[in-house]
Antibody, heavy 122, light 110 residues
Framework: EVHLVVSGGGLVQPGGSLRLSCSAS????????MHWVRQAPGKALEYVSA????????FYADSVEGRFIISRDNSENTLYLQMSSLRVEDTAVYYC???????????????WGQGTTVSVSS | QSALTQPPSASGSPGQSVTISCTGT?????????VSWYQHRPGEAPKLMIY???KRPSGVPDRFSGSRSGNTASLTVSGLQADDEADYFC??????????FGTGTKVTVL
């Protein structure tokens, strides 16, 4: 069974940094794209970032471009999201999601982790 | 990219059918065959119910079906069961490696 366990969320001041980790199991991690999706309080889900199976293709939403860095360690079956220059509007539940294919485009996502809360506040 | 529009709520009695709409644009739902639907129960991770407009993953009951007409996709749950009570949201590929999500619909089984 596929499991995605996210850690690293918490409370941070505006301008601060956090790194989210997503530990994957139950599938061949190196064969699939991975995605980050977030949901701010009272808002619709927002697609944040994605990385292809080999890390060769990366996407960032305009809202996080230049501040967030996605990466993966296929030897450790782990996905990361390094978040810097955090803003109040980055406050959200962040989900780690497995892609349906090795590429990030078109095919979408299938298995979701439980999510971790990131709160940006002074 | 604006969120896809879903009704905030939908309901039905056990055994009835409920259909949830997901309205996008000619830049997402209207042009790509990559619409997915997820079920999200409180305290649980979202679960994929439909992908590529009308395909069901293994293990999802055939009571769940998807369709699309123009810029609007729909999820129909037939033979409603108490266990179907949850939030449902849609997503569509929107081009340029981007995806857009729906606003979510809370389904209540009366």
């Amino acid at each position: 069974e596929v499991h995605l366990v996210v850690s690293g969320g918490g409370l941070v001041q505006p301008g601060g940094s956090l790194r989210l980790s997503c530990s994957a199991s139950g599938f061949t991690f190196s064969g699939y794209s991975m995605h980050w999706v977030r949901q701010a309080p009272g808002k619709a889900l927002e697609y944040v970032s994605a990385i292809s199976n080999d890390g060769g293709s990366i996407f960032y939403a305009d809202s996080v471009e230049g501040r967030f860095i996605i990466s993966r360690d296929n030897s450790e079956n782990t996905l990361y999201l390094q978040m810097s220059s955090l803003r109040v509007e980055d406050t959200a539940v962040y989900y780690c999601v497995k892609g349906q294919r090795r590429i990030t485009r078109l095919y979408g996502m299938d298995v979701w982790g439980q999510g971790t809360t990131v709160s940006v506040s002074s | 990219q604006s969120a896809l529009t879903q009704p905030p709520s939908a309901s039905g009695s056990p055994g009835q059918s409920v259909t949830i709409s997901c309205t996008g644009t000619s830049s997402d739902i209207g042009v790509y065959d990559y619409v997915s639907w997820y079920q999200h129960r409180p305290g649980e991770a979202p679960k994929l119910m439909i992908y590529e407009v009308n395909k069901r993953p293994s293990g999802v009951p055939d009571r769940f079906s998807g369709s699309r007409s123009g810029n609007t996709a729909s999820l129909t749950v037939s033979g409603l069961q108490a266990d179907d009570e949850a939030d449902y949201f849609c997503t569509s590929y929107a081009g340029d490696d981007n995806y857009v999500f729906g606003t979510g619909t809370k389904v209540t089984v009366l």
